[in-house]
């Protein structure tokens, strides 16, 4: 069953802090994180695995909590480059994912100046 | 190092028409796959390869076969094509715990 994602769409101001969260009914094993520009593929932000820490690349972070099946994607002090589709993909419990991920429906971001 | 590459980048079909999407990777990857994007639905599963000679079906299978002779190729035949299948679809590899590379995908019309 396909991850829900939260909110559907999110508009900013450059500068301000936004959360995307991705929940799944099933227990998961890692959660990745996606951006896709318009009429591109979509880009790889980050992996979460299970007893895994926060990960964090520049001002994109992002938590994984096993026990609620949630993960969320912080973005810090926008800027007008992360503007996009934002993907969470989860892999089931159980190890390793052969490239079968299973993705939300996705979060438009819109950073304007 | 061209990573995965996908052709062709567009594609107009009619109803009942056949066609294979290619897709090439040239990373040594072990796992490919194939999946479809549209509107507010998110990336799909259609089938999946964990290594030359394997593959299984995904989420949305029906109407689409695949094939892995090699590690590098795996391409998805549409057998007769239907406008429900109009969508973007988008080939990745990966291998064990690594991220998916994504080709740039083919937008496929079928009218």
């Known amino acids: 069953q396909q991850p829900v994602q939260s909110p559907q769409a999110v508009i900013l101001r450059e500068g301000e802090d936004a959360v995307i969260n991705c929940s799944s009914s099933k227990a998961l094993y890692s959660v990745h994180w996606y951006r896709q520009k318009h009429g591109e593929a979509p880009v790889f932000l980050m992996i979460?695995?299970?007893?895994?820490e926060q990960k964090g690349h520049d001002k994109i972070s992002a938590s994984f909590n096993e026990k609620k099946q949630q993960s969320s994607l912080y973005l810090t002090a926008s800027q007008l480059s992360y503007s996009g589709t934002y993907f969470c993909?989860?892999?089931?419990?159980?190890?390793?994912?052969?490239?079968?991920?299973?993705f939300g429906q996705g979060t438009i971001l819109t950073v304007h100046p | 190092n061209a990573g995965v590459t996908q052709t062709p980048k567009f594609q107009v079909l009619k109803t009942g028409q056949s066609m294979t999407l290619q897709c090439a990777q040239d990373m040594n990857h072990e796992y490919m796959s194939w999946y479809r994007q549209d509107p507010g639905m998110g990336l799909r599963l259609i089938h999946y390869?964990?290594?030359?000679?394997?593959?299984d079906q995904g989420e949305v299978p029906n109407g689409y076969n695949v094939s892995r002779s090699t590690t590098e190729d795996f391409p998805l035949r549409l057998l007769s094509a239907a406008p429900s299948q109009t969508s973007v679809y988008f080939c990745?590899?990966?291998?064990?715990?690594?991220?998916?590379?994504f080709g740039n995908g083919t937008r496929l019309t079928v009218t």
């Open positions: 979460l695995l299970k007893g895994g």
């Open positions: 990745a590899s990966s291998y064990i715990g690594s991220p998916l590379h």
């Open positions: 993909g989860t892999d089931p419990a159980g190890g390793t994912s052969y490239g079968k991920l299973t």
């Open positions: 390869s964990v290594g030359a000679g394997i593959t």
